[in-house]
């Protein structure tokens, strides 16, 4: 088996978010139980569980993510959730986390930041980022922040 990051989240609106999360990974979940539902998507290293509400102090992650094997990658899965009817938030060559990136976002009915991302290069040190850049972002647009793995406000 593939190692898959575990993620498991307590939802408000268990339906709105199976279908979400249905149209995001492309794929019906593989396990449904009353007030539970798992999903193992093809495409992404990730286990999702969602449980319907949750205790005292319960509440969203911060965001979520996966980091797939190449821009071509991210492209795809861009095109397949937009065809899915998601809004999404695109950011190419943005520099994050001491790395730059390709990468959207999608945002869940309960507010959780998704993004879906491809590590280009890491940045060493400040002196390297112009010459690395020009090299290895040839042709894409590049995001207008710098904001560390913060999603932009631009939606597409």
């Known amino acids: 088996m593939t190692p898959k990051v575990h993620v498991h ?11 979400f999360y249905r ?20 495409w992404g290293p990730v286990n999702l569980a969602l449980s319907q509400g949750g205790g005292p102090g319960a509440g969203p992650v911060d965001h979520l993510g996966v980091q ?5 990658e991210v492209m795809a899965q861009l095109s397949r959730i937009k065809a899915a009817g998601l809004p999404v ?12 990136q390709d990468k959207f976002w999608v ?6 930041e998704w ?25 894409l647009t590049l995001a207008k922040t710098n904001a560390c793995c913060a999603p932009s406000s631009t939606t597409s």
């Open 89 to 100: 938030r695109e950011e190419m060559g943005v520099n994050c986390c001491h790395a730059n």
């Open 107 to 112: 945002q869940d009915p309960d507010g959780v």
């Open 23 to 42: 149209a995001f990974f492309g794929a019906a979940p593989v396990k449904e139980k009353p007030g539970y539902v798992k999903f193992l998507p093809a």
């Open 68 to 72: 797939v094997e190449s821009t071509a």
């Open 115 to 139: 993004e879906v991302y491809h590590l280009n290069y890491d940045l060493e040190d400040e002196a390297d980022v112009a010459s690395i850049r020009a090299d290895r972002t040839a042709g």
């Open 9 to 19: 989240m307590h939802v408000s609106d268990l339906a709105k978010s199976r279908e």
